[in-house]
T-cell receptor, first 112, second 114 residues
Framework: KAGVTQTPRYLIKTRGQQVTLSCSPI?????VSWYQQTPGQGLQFLFE???????NKGNFPGRFSGRQFSNSRSEMNVSTLELGDSALYLC???????????FGPGTRLTVL | GNSVTQMEGPVTLSEEAFLTINCTYT??????LFWYVQYPGEGLQLLLK?????DKGSNKGFEATYRKETTSFHLEKGSVQVSDSAVYFC?????????????FGTGTKLQVIP
């Protein structure tokens, strides 16, 4: 069974640009969550989608948005990038919302 | 709100030493508890879990027991290997306001030296 895949694995952007990250969950998993991981703040919850609906949202500004498609694949978008957005963005999928999550390898975003 | 507190790292041990990484939690409901491990350059992997009080989760020689009376879920391993060097995260999943929410600890870095 294929694991969670995230694309791209690495991204370099400049301030002010926008970026879209993609996540394909494990087959059959309908819940997808996104996290931001930085050395200073640790692992912070961004949002969670279940059956194309955002069910939970963390404390991030509106520049961070996401969506989920009918095949459970999810995208995360960050607009007007800031230097502080440099982080590892992790996607996790689960059968039911936020229980026993399976993580992807992450997308390393660097904002210059 | 819910919270997870892990012991500060890094923890440095010699190979074959005994490992304990402390984790305590606060939760309003009846959470499920998890330990995840993150190897360098990778995402998190579920290491073990426990869903109710007194449950013991175990995997790859690691164990943790859900202690409701002390609100703890300490991770233990009898004999660590160099390959266990990683960051370990304690987490809980609980119903809050009708929705399932997950809370992670800050992570504890383990370094095992030969």
């Amino acid at each position: 069974k294929a694991g969670v895949t995230q694309t791209p694995r690495y991204l370099i952007k400049t301030r002010g640009q926008q970026v879209t990250l993609s996540c394909s969950p494990i087959s059959g998993h309908r819940s997808v969550s996104w996290y931001q991981q930085t050395p200073g703040q640790g692992l912070q919850f961004l949002f969670e989608y279940f059956s194309e609906t955002q069910r939970n949202k963390g404390n991030f500004p509106g520049r961070f948005s996401g969506r989920q498609f009918s095949n459970s694949r999810s995208e995360m978008n960050v607009s007007t990038l800031e230097l502080g957005d440099s982080a590892l963005y992790l996607c996790a999928s689960s059968l039911a919302p936020l229980v026993e999550q399976f993580f992807g390898p992450g997308t390393r975003l660097t904002v210059l | 709100g819910n919270s997870v507190t892990q012991m500060e790292g890094p923890v440095t041990l010699s190979e074959e030493a005994f490992l304990t990484i402390n984790c305590t939690y606060t939760a309003t409901g009846y959470p499920s508890l998890f330990w995840y491990v993150q190897y360098p350059g990778e995402g998190l992997q579920l290491l073990l879990k426990a869903t109710k009080a007194d449950d013991k989760g175990s995997n790859k020689g690691f164990e943790a027991t859900y202690r409701k009376e002390t609100t703890s879920f300490h991770l233990e391993k009898g004999s660590v290997q160099v390959s266990d060097s990683a960051v370990y995260f304690c987490a809980l999943s609980d119903q809050v306001g009708g929705y399932q929410k997950v809370t992670f600890g800050t992570g504890t870095k383990l370094q095992v030296i030969p």
